[in-house]
């Protein structure tokens, strides 16, 4: 059973930054894909970014292109989650989620597997 810890939530003010972490176990990670998706309040969970650990391949929500960077360690079966310039509106519960399938969309929510239990970021104005 594969299972994802998240970390790295917190609470930080507008300009800065964060780095999240999600460590996975239970599975062969390097066939899988892993993403970080996003609900706010009253809001929809949504596509943030993306890892496919056989290629290296990354994809990214418009809203976060050149602002957040996807990365993985093979070693570790840990993918990392690198915010900058965080505004108020990247407010959220972050989730970590793993897709098993090769030929699922990467930014499709409901192509997803697997899911961690989600951690905070609150970003202050």
């Known amino acids: 059973q594969v299972q994802l810890v998240e970390s790295g939530g917190g609470l930080v003010q507008a300009g800065g930054s964060l780095r999240l972490s999600c460590e996975a176990s239970g599975g062969t990670f390097s066939t899988y894909v892993m993403g970080w998706f996003r609900q706010a309040p009253g809001k929809e969970r949504e596509f943030v970014a993306a890892?496919?650990?056989?290629?290296?391949?990354?994809y990214y929500a418009d809203s976060v292109n050149g602002r957040f960077t996807i990365s993985g360690d093979n070693a570790k079966n840990t993918v990392f989650l690198q915010m900058n310039s965080l505004t108020p509106e990247d407010t959220a519960v972050y989730y970590c989620?793993?897709?098993?399938?090769?030929?699922?969309?990467?930014?499709?929510?409901?192509?997803?597997?697997?899911w961690g239990q989600g951690t905070l970021v609150t970003v202050s104005s």
């Open positions: 890892f496919r650990w056989s290629a290296g391949s990354t």
């Open positions: 989620a793993v897709q098993t399938s090769p030929w699922d969309n990467p930014r499709r929510r409901d192509d997803y597997d697997y």
